[in-house]
C-alpha cells in the first residue's frame, strides 16, 4: 500500500511540472528579470567613490560603494578603515583571493576625499 502512495505522488510530481525543464523561468512579477547582470569583463578600468571598511576576513579591506563592495587588491597606505576615497584601478573579477568579498579591485591610484591629493 504504501509504495502504491509513494508511486502515485511521483507521478503526480512529474506530471504537474515538477519535472526539470529546457524553458526559461517566466518573469518574475514587476516585469524584472531575477536574471543576475554579467560582471564586468576582467581588467576593466573604474574609478569608484566609497567608504573603505574592513572585510570580514582579517586584512583584507573592502570599498563600499553605493551600488556594491569591492575588494582593494594591493591598497595604498592612505586607504584605511573609515577613509570615503576615490580609487582607480581594475576590475579583478573571479580572481580567487582568501578575504572572500567584494569584486576584486586592483588600485591604481586613490584620493582620499576633501584632500585634493
Not at 512529474?14 to 524584472?32: E, W
Amino acid at each position: 500500500m504504501r509504495i502504491g502512495v509513494v508511486a502515485m505522488a511521483v507521478v503526480l510530481a512529474v506530471a504537474t511540472g515538477c519535472a526539470p525543464s529546457d524553458r526559461p523561468s517566466p518573469v518574475p512579477p514587476g516585469g524584472v528579470s531575477a536574471t543576475p547582470t554579467a560582471p564586468a569583463p576582467s581588467g576593466t578600468e573604474v574609478s569608484v567613490r566609497g567608504t573603505v571598511r574592513n572585510g570580514v576576513e582579517p586584512g583584507c579591506l573592502v570599498l563600499a560603494a553605493p551600488d556594491r563592495e569591492y575588494l582593494l587588491v594591493r591598497p595604498v597606505p592612505e586607504l584605511k578603515p573609515g577613509v570615503e576615497a576615490v580609487v582607480r584601478g581594475s576590475l579583478r573579477p573571479g580572481t580567487p583571493t582568501t578575504c572572500m568579498q567584494g569584486t576584486p579591485l586592483t588600485v591604481r591610484t586613490a584620493e582620499v576625499a576633501g584632500t585634493g591629493s
